[in-house]
């Protein structure tokens, strides 16, 4: 990835809770994530006993958007967690630029994007630390939970080595209080069997997700918005705008095809954070998404037969469901 460290932990959510604990994040600080993503980013923030800021997200690439970044950053902001979501790395060029100005250090949240690309370089090496999930629905996946965290900031390295078992650099030996977070031996072998395969993987993801693109571009009430050209999407999920999500999610459940919607509440509006003082409207673009968006079947093991019924049920749905 062309990080200098990569360190082994239990899962992607205690990767994050370890990066924020090891950079000092804590109680009376301040860390800017997006709306629109799975509660970890945000529930680490949390966990480390500092307070969560929400940025809303770019329409067409559903990620934190960097223009709005520098306006949510007050004296208490400590880091910033751009989330790679569905596959796509966020603007990192931009994110960085206005942390270095700002002080401020940056985690990639590239839980969904192991091998994907920015300008050139991978995921994992564009902030000043990363972290992956290995869960079993991730593009590399172990067969049960696994997380990572990459740096090229040795001492980073070092602490996160060492809170990920126990505080301690010697066995028995205890310099801090940590976490019980190390990546079991069973889930590295199949991890290493599975790492050789990640980027023919990945293509065929791509692959897939043009067929998608062409058969469906001129389906009315679907909307596919275009990857980022600086970015290699390595499609996590490949989702769809659809006017009616909720009966074509139904409407494919009828016909044997699995769909999912990413994500039904964005965080700003979870029950758990209410008393951080959101209200609908704060983030239209994420609001919008989490009422549209539709993750369709996609896998590196989908075959074209199987994509052709996924194409031809949405396209039935959409000529009146004939």
């Known amino acids: 990835m062309g990080a200098a460290h990569a360190v082994g932990v239990g899962n992607g959510t205690d990767a994050l809770r370890l990066v924020l604990e090891a950079l000092g994040v804590g109680p009376g600080d301040e860390v800017i994530t997006t709306p629109f993503t799975f509660i970890a980013s945000a529930e680490a923030v949390s966990q480390a006993g500092a307070r969560p800021v929400f940025v809303d997200i770019e329409p067409d690439t559903y990620n934190l958007d960097p223009d709005r970044l ?60 990363a972290c992956f999930s290995f869960f079993p629905t991730k593009n590399l996946g172990t067969m049960g939970d ?9 001492g980073l390295a070092e602490r ?34 599975c790492l050789p395969h990640i980027d023919a993987w990945n293509g065929r993801r791509r692959q897939l997700a043009a067929r998608y693109r062409e058969r469906l571009a001129d389906v009315p009430g679907i909307t596919m918005r275009m990857p980022d050209p600086d970015a290699e999407h390595i499609y996590h999920l ?27 509440v964005p965080l700003h509006l979870q029950p758990v954070y209410r008393d951080l003082g959101y209200c609908p409207g704060d ?35 959409a000529d009146g469901g004939r």
């Open 70 to 129: 520098e306006r949510a950053i007050t004296p208490r902001t400590k880091a910033v967690i751009p989330v790679h979501l569905f596959g796509q790395p966020a603007r990192m060029d931009t994110i960085m630029a206005v942390a270095r100005r700002r002080g401020i250090r940056v985690i990639e949240d590239a839980c969904q994007a192991f091998g994907a690309t920015y300008r050139g370089r991978k995921a994992g090496s564009l902030g000043d630390a």
């Open 146 to 154: 696994g997380g990572l965290v990459t740096t090229s900031d040795e």
């Open 160 to 193: 996160i080595r060492r809170l990920r078992q126990h505080g301690a650099r010697v066995k028995y030996v205890h310099d801090e209080i940590g976490f019980n977070s190390r990546l079991d031996e069973l889930h590295a072998a199949i991890l290493l069997v």
């Open 238 to 264: 490949f989702c769809v705008e659809a006017e009616r999500r909720d009966e074509l999610m139904e409407w494919l459940a009828g016909r044997g095809i699995q769909s999912g919607v990413y994500y039904p």
């Open 283 to 317: 983030f239209p673009a994420a609001e919008r998404a989490s009422r549209r968006l539709l993750a369709i079947p996609m896998s590196p093991f989908l075959s074209e037969e199987e994509q052709d019924r996924v194409i031809e049920a949405i396209r039935s749905f």
